[in-house]
C-alpha cells in the first residue's frame, strides 16, 4: 500500500479525462443525492467555499450546484475512497437534489422492467 491509501495527503487518482467520480448523498438521512463529477478546479472551490461544484462533462464546463437554480448543497462533509478515485460529499441541500426538481436524482427504480417513479 502507498501514501494515496494510507496517508493523510488527498491525492486524487484522475482518470484519462481528469475527472474523479464525486457521490453525494444526504448529511441527515443518508439518501443518496446525484452522482457528478470533479476535476481539481471543481475539487478545490468545493474545499474553499464549502459548497458543491462539479465539471459537467455534457455541458464541457465547471458548474456550481445551484447556481441557476439557487439550490446550493452546503457539503458537511468530504471522504475520498481507499484508493482516492472517488469523492463523497456528505451535504445539505437547499432545495432539490436533480435538475428535475425532483428531491434526488435517483427518483425512478426498475419494477418489472420499466421505470417507476419513487413518491
Known amino acids: 500500500m502507498d501514501d494515496r491509501e494510507t496517508g493523510t495527503t488527498l491525492m486524487p487518482r484522475w482518470d484519462a479525462a481528469g475527472l474523479v467520480t464525486a457521490v453525494v448523498t444526504h448529511a441527515e438521512t443518508g439518501e443518496p443525492l446525484m452522482l457528478a463529477h470533479m476535476n481539481a478546479e471543481a475539487l478545490d472551490r468545493t474545499i474553499e467555499t464549502g459548497e458543491a461544484w462539479f465539471w459537467s462533462r455534457s455541458r464541457g464546463r465547471l458548474w456550481k450546484k445551484g447556481e441557476s437554480s439557487g439550490h446550493v448543497m452546503k457539503v458537511v462533509e468530504l471522504r475520498v475512497d481507499c484508493d482516492q478515485d472517488a469523492i463523497w460529499l456528505r ?11 425532483a428531491p434526488t436524482c435517483f427518483y425512478r427504480r426498475l419494477q418489472d422492467g420499466a421505470l417507476v417513479r419513487v413518491e
Open 91 to 101: 451535504a445539505e441541500p437547499h432545495g432539490p437534489a436533480c435538475h428535475t426538481n
